[in-house]
C-alpha cells in the first residue's frame, strides 16, 4: 500500500465526514442566525430561545438526511472491504 493509496482513501473519508457534518450542522446555523437577527430586532435577550427550534431542525434533517447519509457511509465502507486485497496487495 503506497502512501498515494492512502492519502487518497483519507481524503475521500475526510471529504465525506465534511458533507455529513455540513448536511446535518447547516440548517441549524441558518435557524440560529434568523433567530438571532430575531432577538436582535425585537431586543429580547433570553438564551435559551434558540436553542429548541435548532434541535427541532437538527432531529428533523437527522431524519429526512439519515437514510442518504447511512447509504453513503456503507457505499464507502463496502468499497473498503471489498478493495482490501487489492490496497494491502
Not at 434558540?50 to 447509504?71: C, D, N
Request: proline share 6%.
Amino acid at each position: 500500500m503506497t502512501p498515494e493509496v492512502v492519502l487518497d482513501l483519507f481524503g475521500d473519508a475526510f471529504f465525506l465526514v465534511v458533507v455529513l457534518v455540513s448536511v446535518i450542522v447547516l440548517p441549524s446555523l441558518m435557524v440560529g442566525l434568523v433567530i438571532s437577527m430575531f432577538q436582535a430586532a425585537t431586543q429580547i435577550n433570553e438564551q435559551t430561545l434558540s436553542f429548541l427550534p435548532r434541535l427541532l431542525i437538527t432531529l428533523l434533517v437527522v431524519m429526512s438526511a439519515g437514510p442518504w447519509i447511512l447509504t453513503r457511509l456503507m457505499d464507502l465502507f463496502n468499497y473498503l472491504f471489498l478493495n482490501i486485497p487489492i490496497l494491502i496487495g
